[in-house]
């Protein structure tokens, strides 16, 4: 296997929660924020540290959408799937970004600027449709708004 | 110790049992899929569902329950079969079927009337073991070695090796391993105790016969009453010898009566004996007299000198008894498409006849004879008229001399598919021809048989499950019931299926047949690219100019033994290695499912063998978790885990294969407790 | 100038909608005036966010729909002390009944105080009703209390709490746990959230009862990962309480000692089920398991635990303050106190309501809510999220109850009520719970894992226009199977969407599988777009924004779609200003 994830960033987190038990989730967690995914080798790395198989915890990990395999892009777009979102109009605005980014639920954009990640409720109704860009809200989306939005964003990084 | 009640059966249990555990130890079996004494209960298949009618104070619990995780109290009385668990039970494994991919069985095996175990035999011959093979064959039916020889082999259309190249040669692997099997130390089965139940059986053609060799097994005491002088039917007096040799097919006759069958020939009904009769003086009657009879086709001359039924035609010259006719000299023309057209042509040109026509008002893509005898008959030298029709039988002094072809062409397609011949208006042909001989079709002679009611095909009536005719106790099978004459091996599918019914009839608890529900894959779900081509095995013929002199065997003989297996080892193994032990569908059969209704996406995983000694195929796992439990709490690895959550959840071994390796003691805990057949002992 | 007092509401929509811009704005040009910017949590009135309130000597101004500009405005008029220059910005009448309607009790101090102080809490009265019951109430006497009051689970299944808090007391066992769920995860509810944000003390007061009532020394709120705002609050507010003394050993020098922890959830709204929850607080999957044993008797750690959600602590220090009696006051037989209704979809005022149980549908939709927007007509009303059902017009006057609302085919549930008008698709509602379950199924038990899926394909071909004959009773088939047999409450609520449109919509399912048409035009694949030549005065608009390029047609001269290009997005409807866009 081979390691391109540095362990030893992990390492204050284990040492943190070691013998404390039920702490697996918190633990991918905190290695999720850290690395922004939950590489394989963390993964397994994790399951040594706290004792358990690998297939456990890859078991846990899967089980919960908030974990990520893969790396996600610079900017994660959190769109909104709730039912106040529904009724006025979710599906539209998942469907201007597949056809400005050209993502779906779980995709990143080759340029791995941006991925796009269905979420079951934001608890931001009043504002439907919504979605979150990293920490920022955008609310009573239309398709202009987004793809202005996502243009902004386009226009910003490739200024950098 | 508490009483509860389980379907009607007191059961005495420990307090707080649970109630699955109790019926297990009752012998009552309620449907469950995963549950396992070794580990933790888990409530995941819900099969082992039940109606708690009272908790022992007169109430009825509003839920239904289950049965692995309800605790037994004191004057329960509960239920797994009431109408609402069973509509639960029976959507949750139409549900679990929706998600299954796989063949419980070969598509061949499907594809064979007589459901013969094709797939299982392919192995033994492969590994040399023919006495096996044909105890295999011989659960199906008695007469490998001649049906091997003349089948059309439906089989063999289904085979899937056909998307690789071409299908397995089956039929003559199977006629190989019958003939070495008679030549050596022949395959005898048991019989059971005898149950002093008689049955007679009218006709001793494949259906007659396999019903006899089945009954006779099953401990009855079995008489076939046959007009002719030997048995074999239509094998004997339809079938032309250079397509089977007439010992062979007598040798197999011989082990039949061996069991301890009685034979009657030249006994024929109404006539030497009467129906009523048979009944009288047996327990139970199969009528199996096949279709005898050439149908007319119903043109101006058939009554001329010079024309005959294909059947009447055949019935001397094939099966060698008497004189053949000389034909030397004459030109003949046989009417018809069909098996028994080709058998009469190629018959015709063996019996000396200068010319030989086939008269047919399709052309060669319709016709429905095997694509090999026509080729054959070809190469004999027989000529085909293709679309044209008989309008006219011209005689001369009585005696046929000319026919009168319609011109056809073909129109649209029929609601059988084919193309349907429609005449050309006023476009005749004439040939100039000594004998015509008819052969479209057969019917039955019904003389006899007035007591049962007939079809409006003038067929014996029979019912499609029970076989039983009109009259109780009277069973019909084969050529001469409902749809009338079809090939043999359909005839001897439905011979051990009655077999099975009257055997249930003659116990007193008549048990009707039903199809059992396979599961079946789809064809385009496969990737047939991984297997590597290998040729099939051709079937070497003697040449067409020796061959159309005599009436010997065509063939000679598909190859030496090496050959042979290696033919063998091409087979695909589609069907399931746990089908005889799989719990999904033996409960799946129990509940008379019909997944089609919820037919939707169904999860595709590759087959994998991370665990070495052991093959995953994820599309016939139904997530019971059993492996995984069992590898964690039994045999304390924890190897195999649950990834992904929902529909799309698939059991894996964790992601690093070395560790895998090396973690895993190949105990074979979790292919024992698996109730399908997803996971594999590689041996 | 010191007698100005100036909240921003700043809940997570409030700051979605630009409230901590203009708290931005409000600091800045404030600054050095002596007036400080204060924050408040979530007021509820979620259609006029950004909300500023402005007290002027104890008058409140409720600035509402404030931006960047209009906050410097309000900075130079309240710097100015020129108050009446605020008038434009006030809240008007209309909208203020929307609040004046209700009865806050668990809401009681949201949008009110600042949530990020405990002393604003204190001084709201909080932690009194703590010190009650832990110096002068003995353990019974809290669960008779809360039995008095008649207050029932608020997560959805209403259960009596006293009932809970009695079973996890009477469990023998040194430790037990309270937990409190909120993983408020049916989409459409967000009240849990509100109070997270807007009144953490209030969660942790209740809590720290019910631990008093039922023994417990460690309590563990499980909170979903995606409301990042309520976790830094209410870890703030914990740290506050146990700076305070509220948490930790001998809590007003009693015998009483609670440890407080928080967990986020990681995404799986399965986990709001008992069973779930506790197996994800143990860094499992959380697969639900069969109960019996429940977890007042073998719960978290195997322990007996007990497990409410957070609306239901929100009523606690309330009822201890004011007597069960009091709560019991409010309501119906079968069903006391108040209820948070979290109100949205295709209504005028959406928001959080509060309102004492026995008022109707009627009233909030169209009393407190105003009615549907833009004036179209009412059609359904969502209750129950995902286990929950539509309910139709005729059934407007039923009473807000349990009892009565399950009688429709629906639950009170959580508090999620999304109001529909003409435009949505039934069918497409049910198909949009349908989406969600089988996506949130766990997958552990074979009913709701395939069933689930199944029932999702079915209604998936009936909105694309493949519908069967025999699909409405195939679903009604699936439905009932899945109800008996599914695992866990997920699994057997799942059917309920389905149902219930079924039951009132059946002619809506009835038009998508034989006629193939959807009668709410919302359906893509079974509607088409026309223009009515007799209308249309070619202005070319509609053909300038057709993204298609489906709109052909001179200027001046009837334009038509083409049916081969249109792809159905109804933005030529949207932008034609005769009314000429047709859709069937």
């Not at chain 1, 929660?17 to 905190?30: C, D, E, P, R």
């Not at chain 2, 459901?115 to 008695?142: C, W």
């Not at chain 2, 030549?183 to 008689?198: E, H, Q, R, V």
């Not at chain 2, 439905?494 to 396979?518: I, M, Q, W």
Request: aromatic share 6%.
């Amino acid at each position: 296997m081979s390691n391109t994830a540095d362990l030893s960033l992990l390492q204050p987190v284990l040492d943190e929660y070691a013998g404390v038990k039920g702490s697996l989730i918190t633990i991918l967690q905190s290695a999720q924020e850290i690395y922004g995914y939950l590489p394989q080798e963390v993964i397994y790395h994790v399951a040594q540290a706290t004792g358990s198989s690998p297939a456990h915890v890859l078991g846990v990990a899967t089980f919960y959408t908030q974990f990520r395999f893969k790396p996600v892009g610079k900017y994660l777009i959190l769109l909104c799937k709730g039912t106040a979102c529904h009724v006025n109009g979710s599906d539209m605005i998942a469907k201007t970004i597949y056809e400005t980014l050209g993502i779906t639920d779980g995709e990143t954009t080759e340029d791995g600027l941006f991925s796009l990640t269905f979420v079951a409720c934001l608890g931001c109704c009043s504002l439907s449709p919504v979605m979150l860009i990293n920490d920022d809200t955008y609310g009573s989306l239309t398709p202009e708004k987004v793809k202005s939005i996502i243009s902004e964003i386009q226009a910003k990084e490739a200024a950098v | 110790m508490i009483t509860i009640t389980i379907n009607g059966k007191v059961c005495k249990c420990n307090e707080g049992e649970y109630i699955l555990k109790v019926a297990q130890d009752n012998g009552i079996d309620i449907p469950n899929l995963c549950n396992d004494d070794s580990v933790a209960v888990y409530g995941a298949c819900g099969l082992c569902q039940i109606e708690v009618l009272d908790d022992g104070h007169g109430k009825a619990l509003p839920k239904l329950m289950r049965a692995c995780a309800t605790k037994a109290q004191d004057g329960y009385v509960v239920s797994y079969d009431t109408e609402r668990v069973n509509r639960s039970r029976k959507v949750a494994l139409e549900l679990l079927m929706s998600d299954h991919d796989g063949d419980c069985v070969a598509p061949c095996h499907l594809n064979c009337p007589a459901g013969t175990d094709i797939q299982k035999y392919l192995k033994q011959i492969s590994g040399g073991d023919y006495h096996g093979a044909v105890e295999t064959i011989k659960e199906a039916f008695p007469i490998p070695a001649s049906i091997g020889r003349v089948c059309p082999h439906p089989c063999e259309k289904n085979c899937r090796r056909a998307n690789v190249e071409q299908p397995l040669s089956i039929a003559f692997l199977k006629a190989y391993a019958a003939d070495k099997d008679l030549a050596d130390g022949t395959y005898k089965p048991k019989c059971k105790a005898d149950s002093g139940k008689k049955v007679a059986i009218v006709g001793g053609g494949p259906a007659g016969l396999t019903a006899a060799f089945f009954l006779r097994r099953s401990g009855h005491s079995v008489t076939v009453y046959d007009a002719m002088s030997k048995m074999g039917g239509m094998l004997r007096y339809g079938i032309p010898a250079y397509r089977l040799p007439k010992d062979i097919l007598e040798r197999e006759c011989q082990e039949i009566k061996s069991l301890g069958v009685e034979f009657v020939n030249n006994c024929k009904i109404g006539k030497d004996v009467t129906l009523e009769q048979l009944q009288n003086d047996n327990d139970a009657v199969i009528v199996a007299n096949g279709a005898w009879k050439s149908m007319n086709m119903r043109v101006e001359g058939e009554e001329l000198e010079g024309v005959v039924g294909g059947i009447d035609f055949l019935r001397n010259i094939s099966s060698g008894e008497g004189e053949r006719p000389d034909l030397s000299g004459l030109t003949v023309a046989v009417c018809g498409g069909g098996n028994t057209a080709m058998d009469a042509c190629r018959s015709a040109v063996r019996c000396g006849a200068d010319k030989v026509y086939v008269v047919y008002r399709r052309t060669r893509d319709e016709m429905p004879a095997e694509d090999i005898e026509i080729e054959e008959a070809i190469e004999e030298g027989v000529d085909f008229k293709f679309l044209t029709n008989p309008a006219q039988i011209i005689g001369e002094g009585g005696k046929v001399k000319q026919m009168k072809l319609q011109v056809m062409q073909l129109g649209e397609p029929d609601a059988s598919g084919r193309r349907s011949p429609v005449p050309v208006e006023g476009k005749f042909e004439y040939i100039d021809v000594d004998k015509v001989i008819m052969a479209i079709g057969q019917s039955i002679e019904a003389s006899g048989f007035d007591a049962l009611e007939k079809t409006r095909k003038g067929t014996i009536a029979a019912d499609e499950t029970t076989f039983m005719t009109s009259v109780d106790g009277v069973f019909a099978v084969g050529d001469a019931t409902n749809r009338g004459a079809s090939i043999a091996i359909e005839a001897i599918g439905e011979a051990n299926k009655c077999a099975a019914v009257v055997d249930s009839y003659l116990a007193g608890n008549l048990t009707a047949y039903r199809k059992p529900f396979v599961s079946k894959r789809d064809v385009k779900d496969i990737d047939f690219s991984v297997y590597d081509k290998k040729d099939r095995i051709k079937m070497p013929a003697r040449p067409a100019e020796e061959r159309k002199r005599d009436f010997n065997e065509v063939y000679l003989g598909i190859g030496d033994e090496e050959k042979v297996q290696s033919e063998a080892k091409r087979c695909l193994e589609c069907g399931c290695h746990d089908y005889g032990d799989c719990r999904l569908i033996k409960y799946a059969n129990i509940c008379e499912i019909d997944p089609a209704r919820f037919a939707g996406v169904k999860n595709n995983n590759p087959v994998e063998r991370k665990l070495v000694s052991i093959e995953r195929n994820p599309n016939k796992c139904i997530l019971c978790s059993l492996c995984v439990r069992v590898c964690d709490e039994v045999a304390g690895k924890g190897i195999l885990g649950l990834v992904g959550r929902g529909f799309g959840t698939v059991i894996k071994p964790e992601f690093n294969d070395e560790s895998v390796i090396s973690a895993c003691a190949q105990c074979g805990k979790c292919v024992e407790a698996c109730p399908t057949g997803a996971l594999k002992l590689l041996k | 100038m010191s007698d100005t007092i100036i909240n921003v509401g700043q809940g997570s929509c409030g700051i979605a909608a630009g409230a901590g811009k203009v708290k931005k704005v409000l600091d800045e040009k404030l600054a050095g005036s002596g007036i400080n910017v204060g924050i408040v949590g979530c007021i509820g009135m979620c259609w006029l966010e950004p909300i500023v309130d402005v007290y002027e000597n104890g008058k409140l101004h409720r600035l509402v729909k404030v931006n960047e500009n209009s906050a410097e405005e309000i900075a130079a008029a309240v710097s100015s002390g020129d108050f009446a220059a605020l008038s434009k910005y006030e809240i008007t009448a209309d909208d203020k009944d929307f609040l004046d309607q209700q009865t806050r009790i668990a809401l009681r101090n949201c949008g009110v105080i600042d949530p990020e102080s405990i002393e604003a809490y204190i001084n709201a009265g909080g932690y009194k009703a703590l010190e009650k019951v832990v110096t002068t109430m003995t353990q019974q006497q809290v669960i008779d209390e809360i039995k008095t009051s008649g207050l029932a689970g608020r997560g959805g299944a209403g259960f009596p709490t006293w009932f809970k808090w009695n079973a996890a007391n009477q469990s023998a066992g040194e430790t037990k746990y309270l937990i409190c769920n909120a993983d408020e995860g049916d989409p459409g509810a967000f009240m849990d959230r509100a109070v997270i944000e807007s009144d953490p003390h209030t969660l942790i007061e209740g809590m720290l009862i019910a631990a008093y009532a039922i023994g417990a020394s460690e309590a563990v709120v499980y909170v979903r990962a995606e409301y990042p705002l309520a976790i830094v609050r209410l870890k703030k507010a914990i740290a506050q309480a146990k700076q305070a003394g509220y948490i930790g050993k001998n809590i007003f020098g009693t015998n009483f000692s609670c440890e407080f922890t928080i967990k986020a959830g990681a995404g799986a709204f399965v986990c709001g089920e008992e069973t779930a929850l506790i197996a994800s607080l143990e860094g499992e999957r959380g697969m639900p398991r069969l109960k019996p044993p429940f977890p007042a008797q073998k719960g978290y750690w195997q322990k007996p635990s007990n497990i409410n959600n957070v609306e239901t602590f929100a009523n606690i220090a309330w009822i201890i303050n004011n007597g069960g009696a009091a709560f019991a006051a409010m309501g119906t037989e079968n069903s006391k106190g108040t209820k948070v209704f979290a109100l949205t979809g295709k209504i005028k005022r959406g928001g959080l309501v509060e309102i004492p149980m026995g008022k109707t549908l009627r009233d909030v939709i169209f009393g407190i809510g105003g009615g549907i927007k833009e004036d179209k007509q009412f059609k359904a009303v969502q209750m129950g999220g995902p286990s929950g059902g539509c309910i139709p017009e005729q059934l407007l006057d039923t009473v807000i109850d349990y009892k009565e609302l399950s009688a429709t085919g629906a639950i009170m549930g959580s508090g999620g009520m999304v109001v529909m008008d003409e435009t949505t698709c039934m069918v497409g509602m049910a198909k949009f719970f349908l989406d969600f379950t089988a996506k949130e199924s766990c997958g552990k038990c074979v009913h709701c894992r395939i069933g689930t899926k199944r029932m999702q394909e079915i209604l998936t071909r009936i909105v694309e226009g493949g519908g069967k004959e025999g699909d409405i009773e195939l679903l009604e088939e699936l439905c009932s199977a899945v109800k008996e047999g599914a695992l866990c409450g997920l699994g057997q609520t799942a059917p309920n969407p389905v149902l219930t449109t079924i039951k009132y919509f059946r002619n809506e399912y009835e038009a998508h599988i034989n006629d193939k048409k959807c009668p709410a035009h919302e359906c893509r694949e079974l509607i088409s777009y026309s223009i009515d030549s007799d209308k249309c005065r070619g202005c070319t608009l509609c053909a300038k924004k057709c993204p298609a390029k489906a709109i052909s047609g001179e200027v001046k001269a009837p334009h038509a779609i083409d049916p081969e290009v249109c792809i159905k997005c109804g933005q030529c409807a949207t932008v034609c200003r005769f009314g000429a866009v047709k859709v069937d």
